[in-house]
C-alpha cells in the first residue's frame, strides 16, 4: 500500500468539481482524420513514447511517474512513457498510484473491489499530474473504509473519456474516524483540483452518469451527505486512427487514443531453414520456429559384435554429409 500517499490529509472539500461537465473535441477529431500509422523512424526516435504498456491489477500496486513506472512503492523503476492499459481483478488494497507527471491510462475491464478492507483506495492521482482517463468495457473502483474511490490530489486534473463502449463504477465507503467523517464521495477532488467527462457529445452517442447510494452493506456506513456511488457509461463511437507502430511477431499493434489492440502479433518469418540438428529461426525476433529435420540417409552394416547379438551400422547424411554410428541390439546371438 502507497503509505506516502496516506500523509495527505483527505480533502472533501473540492467536490463542487464534479458537476463541470465539457465535450471532448479530441474525440471528434480523430473521426476526422485519416489513419496515422507511426513510421519506424518515428518508432526509434520515441519507441518509448508510441507503446501500450498492459499492467494487471491482481499483481500487485500500480505506480506511474513521469520517467515510468514500478510495481512496489519505491521499487525497480521501468522507463516508460507511453499508454498504460490496465487490467484485471483485485479485492486486495493494490490501488493505482499516479506519482507526477501527464499519463494516459486506459482502465480495461478492471475491477479493484475494496470493500471487505480499511484505509485503502483503488486510484490515487498525485498533486498536480494531469491524467486522461479512457475507459475500455465495465470498471469497478470501489474503495475500502475511509475512502473515495478516486483520489485527485490537490492541483491534479482527470478527464475521463469513453471511446466505445465503457463504463466506470465507482464508490465510496464513508467511515467516521476521530476527525470526523471520510470518504463521502464517489471521486474526492481536492482543492484545485478537476474532473471532467462529458454530458453528451452528440446524437448517437449517449452518456450516462448514475450517483446514489449502492453500498454493500449499507448498515455499516455512516450518516453522510455525499453520493457514495457514481456510474459513468459511455456508448460512443470511435474509430481507432492512431495506431502504435506495425504488429509483428513479437508486439500487437494498439490504437494509441482508445489502447484498442487493432492487431494481434504476427507470425514469425522464416530467416535462416532448419537443418538436419536445428530448427528454422525467424528473421525479426531470432526465436527458433518449428523442430530441426534430421538427418536423412540409409544406415549399412559397418561392424558386428558380441557373437553377432550387436550390430554397429553406420550412415552418412545426404544432406549435411556427417557420419553417424548406431548400435542395434538383435537381441539374439548367433
Ligand atoms: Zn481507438
Ligand atoms: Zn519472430
Ligand atoms: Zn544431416
Known amino acids: 500500500m502507497a503509505h506516502r500517499f496516506f500523509k495527505y490529509c483527505i480533502g472533501l472539500a473540492g467536490i463542487v468539481a464534479l458537476s463541470s461537465f465539457f465535450v471532448p ?89 475494496q470493500r471487505t478492507l480499511r484505509q485503502c483506495c483503488p486510484m490515487i492521482v498525485g498533486e498536480d499530474c494531469d491524467l486522461t482517463l479512457y475507459l475500455h468495457g465495465d470498471n469497478v473502483l470501489f474503495a475500502g473504509a475511509g475512502y473515495s474511490g478516486l483520489v485527485v490530489r490537490d492541483g491534479a486534473s482527470v478527464d475521463i473519456q469513453g471511446f466505445g463502449l465503457g463504463s466506470i463504477a465507482l464508490m465510496a465507503y464513508p467511515e467516521n474516524t476521530g476527525e470526523g467523517l471520510v470518504g463521502t464521495s464517489a471521486i474526492d477532488v481536492e482543492e484545485d483540483a478537476c474532473i471532467q467527462y462529458p454530458e453528451t457529445i452528440g446524437d448517437e452517442d449517449e452518456i450516462d452518469i448514475y450517483t446514489g447510494d449502492n453500498r454493500l452493506s449499507p448498515e455499516r456506513a455512516c450518516t453522510y451527505n455525499e453520493e457514495p456511488y457514481l456510474q459513468i457509461t459511455y456508448s460512443v463511437s470511435h474509430r481507432c486512427t492512431v495506431l502504435s507502430p506495425e504488429a509483428d511477431c513479437t508486439h500487437s499493434q494498439y490504437c494509441l487514443e482508445c489502447g484498442r489492440e487493432v492487431r494481434g502479433k504476427t507470425p514469425h518469418i522464416i530467416g535462416s531453414a532448419a537443418t538436419c540438428t536445428e ?56
Not at 506511474?64 to 479485492?91: H, K, M, P, Q, W
Not at 528473421?283 to 540409409?298: F, M, N
Not at 550390430?311 to 544432406?319: A, G, L, S
Open 279 to 334: 530448427g528454422a529461426t525467424c528473421s525479426v525476433c531470432g526465436e527458433t520456429v518449428g523442430d530441426a529435420l534430421g538427418h536423412r540417409g540409409v544406415w549399412k552394416l559397418d561392424q558386428v559384435s558380441g557373437n553377432g547379438r550387436y550390430r554397429r551400422e553406420v550412415m552418412i547424411c545426404t544432406v549435411c554429409h556427417e557420419t553417424l554410428y548406431r548400435t542395434v541390439d538383435t537381441g539374439e546371438n548367433k
Open 25 to 113: 473535441e479530441q474525440a471528434i477529431a480523430s473521426q476526422l482524420f485519416p489513419e496515422v500509422v507511426l513510421s519506424s523512424e518515428e518508432e526509434a526516435g520515441d519507441a518509448l513514447k508510441n507503446d501500450v504498456v498492459c499492467l494487471d491489477i491482481s499483481q500487485g500496486d500500480i505506480y506511474i511517474s513521469s520517467e515510468g513506472y514500478s510495481r512496489e512503492d519505491d521499487g525497480t523503476l521501468t522507463a516508460f512513457e507511453g499508454v498504460y492499459r490496465i487490467s484485471g481483478n483485485s479485492r486486495e488494497d493494490y490501488g493505482i498510484y499516479i506519482l507526477d507527471g501527464i499519463h494516459t491510462v486506459i482502465l480495461d475491464d478492471l475491477t479493484i473491489d
